[in-house]
C-alpha cells in the first residue's frame, strides 16, 4: 500500500490550505484513514480520521471546527481542509491507512500500517 500526499505550503494566519492524499494498492474501502502531525520537538499527534463509509468524523480537540476531512472512495483518496490556520497548526501532516482499526484506536498513530511522504505546513503570524 502506498500513500502520497501533498498540498502542504506556506499561509499566513487564518489562512486556508487543502491537503489531499491518494492512497494505492489496497481496496481503500477496507481501510481506515486518518491524518497526522509531527511539529519540530515533538511527538507525532492525531488530527482527523474518518471511518470507512465517510460518515463518521473524529477530531482533535483543538482543530475542531477549523479542520474538515472527508474522503472519496471511487477515488481512493482522503482529505483534509484546513481553515482559520494558526501559527501552532505548523507542522509536518501525514495521511495515514490501516486495516482492522476499531474505533476506540482511530487516534493511536502506531495502530496505522502504512503512511504517506508527509507534507510541511507552515503558518506564520
Known amino acids: 500500500v502506498q500513500l502520497q500526499a501533498s498540498g502542504g505550503g506556506s499561509v499566513q494566519a487564518g489562512g486556508s490550505l487543502r491537503l489531499s492524499c491518494s492512497v494505492y494498492?489496497?481496496?481503500?474501502?477496507?481501510?481506515?484513514t486518518g491524518w497526522f502531525r509531527q511539529a519540530p520537538g515533538k511527538e507525532r499527534e492525531f488530527v482527523a480520521t474518518i471511518s470507512r463509509d465517510g460518515i463518521r468524523t473524529y477530531y482533535l480537540d483543538s482543530v475542531k471546527g477549523r479542520f474538515t476531512v472527508s474522503r472519496e472512495n471511487a477515488k481512493t483518496s482522503l482529505y483534509l481542509q484546513m481553515n482559520s490556520l494558526k501559527p501552532e497548526d505548523t507542522a509536518v501532516y501525514y495521511c495515514?491507512?490501516?486495516?482492522?482499526?476499531?474505533?476506540?484506536?482511530?487516534?493511536?498513530?502506531?495502530?496505522?500500517?502504512?503512511w504517506g511522504q508527509g507534507t510541511l505546513v507552515t503558518v506564520s503570524s
Open positions: 495515514a491507512a490501516g486495516a482492522g482499526i476499531i474505533t476506540s484506536s482511530l487516534r493511536t498513530p502506531q495502530n496505522y500500517a502504512y
Open positions: 494498492g489496497r481496496t481503500f474501502n477496507n481501510l481506515a
